[in-house]
Each structure stands twice: as C-alpha cells, then as structure tokens.
C-alpha cells in the first residue's frame, strides 16, 4: 500500500471519529439541549484548518496522477474535486454560524442540528466513495515515480488533533474523544 493512501486513510478514520461526535444522530453529545458548541467549534475548526487546507489538496495530487494515467475515472474524479470545494463551502458556513452560537450573536434552537448531520452526512459519503473507488484505482495503476511525485507536491503538515506534537486549542476536544471511547 502507497504511504500517502495509508495517510488518507488514516485521516479518513480519524475523521470518521470526529463525524460521529457532530452528527446529532450518532452522538450522545451532539444530542444534548442545550448543546456545548464548544466541541463542535473545535471539530469544524479541525476539518476546516486541516482536512480543507492539507488533506483535500493532498488527494487532489492523487486525482490529477491518476487522471494522467487513466480517463475512465475522471467523471468520478471530477465529481469528488466538486464536492471538497462543496464540502468547504458547507464547512465554512457551518463554522461561522457555531461561532456565532457560541459568542452568542445566535440562537441555535435545533437548527444547527440538520445543518451539523446533514454535512456530516455528505462528508462520509465523500470518504467512503474515495475509500472504495478511488484509493484501490490508484494504488493499482500509479508506479512508484508517481506516488515519489505526489509525496514532493503535498506540503508537510502534521495533523493538530491526532497526531504527534497536538495543538494545545485541540487537547480538550482530543481528551473527550479518548473519553467517549471508553
């Protein structure tokens, strides 16, 4: 397995954790009235600080090799370049309206409940359409030359909430997902 798919996926799951925690339908947090938007803030701080900025463009590498080696996957390729500029548009909105929530310029009354599922929603779809269709397509036609490219394209970034060296704003968030885990 190429070690940038190893990192995406590993993102990927990462994130997957993360959604769960921001779907109302899945989480016992994202259920609570009133809500503690703080977490939530912290989430969509993370995905658009680091899944928008650093692992969306590090997939679109992979995009643009494999379409270099293969038409057929370009209208699904297309499609999933669409939805991150999507999926960081929701992103942005999302956050802005938890950031007024929590300065208080806004009442959240359920609203935000949909908005939080309904991206949550599209983001895992998003993933796991990349996971099963894209990812085995570029581990079996990329060469090695390829993968080397893409790794001298991506700009180094060590991921803030999971990995190594944690920022301090994600240390709460990251000690309520070891929590919620057990």
Same mark, same amino acid.
């Not at 956050?95 to 310029?105: A, H, L, P, Q, Y």
């Not at 009442?107 to 908005?115: K, M, W, Y």
């Not at 581990?139 to 990995?163: C, N, Q, T």
């Given at each position: 397995?190429?070690?940038?798919?190893?990192?995406?996926?590993? /993102?990927?799951?990462?994130?997957?954790?993360?959604?769960?925690?921001?779907?109302? &339908?899945?989480?016992?947090?994202?259920?609570?009235?009133?809500?503690?938007?703080?977490?939530?803030?912290?989430?969509?701080?993370?995905?658009?600080?680091? &899944?928008?900025?650093?692992?969306?463009?590090?997939?679109?590498? @992979?995009?643009?090799?494999?379409?270099?080696? !293969?038409?057929?996957?370009?209208?699904?390729?297309?499609?999933?370049?669409?939805e991150?500029?999507?999926?960081?548009?929701?992103?942005?909105?999302?956050?802005?309206?938890?950031?007024?929530?929590?300065?208080?310029?806004? &009442?959240?009354? %359920?609203?935000?409940?949909?908005?939080?599922?309904?991206?949550?929603?599209?983001?895992?779809?998003?993933?796991?359409?990349?996971e099963?269709?894209?990812?085995?397509?570029? &581990?079996?036609?990329?060469? /090695? !030359? !390829?993968?080397?490219?893409?790794?001298?394209?991506? @700009?180094?970034?060590? !991921?803030?909430?999971?990995?190594? %060296?944690?920022?301090?704003?994600? @240390?709460?968030?990251?000690?309520?997902?070891?929590s919620?885990?057990?």
């Open positions: 397995m190429p070690r940038v798919i190893t990192m995406l996926q590993t /993102d990927h799951r990462n994130v997957g954790v993360l959604l769960k925690l921001l779907d109302p &339908s899945m989480s016992k947090l994202a259920q609570e009235i009133p809500a503690d938007f703080v977490p939530i803030l912290d989430i969509m701080n993370y995905m658009t600080r680091y &899944s928008d900025l650093f692992h969306h463009p590090m997939e679109e590498l @992979v995009f643009k090799k494999l379409m270099e080696r !293969d038409d057929n996957p370009s209208p699904l390729v297309a499609t999933l370049i669409a991150h500029k999507f999926l960081g548009e929701k992103g942005g909105q999302l956050i802005n309206r938890v950031r007024n929530v929590v300065n208080g310029f806004e &009442s959240h009354e %359920g609203r935000l409940a949909p908005e939080r599922q309904d991206y949550a929603i599209a983001l895992g779809r998003h993933m796991s359409r990349e099963t269709e894209v990812f085995p397509l570029a &581990s079996k036609l990329l060469s /090695d !030359d !390829d993968w080397a490219a893409i790794e001298r394209g991506m @700009v180094a970034r060590a !991921d803030p909430l999971f990995g190594i %060296g944690q920022e301090a704003q994600y @240390v709460t968030l990251y000690d309520r997902i070891v919620a885990a057990r």
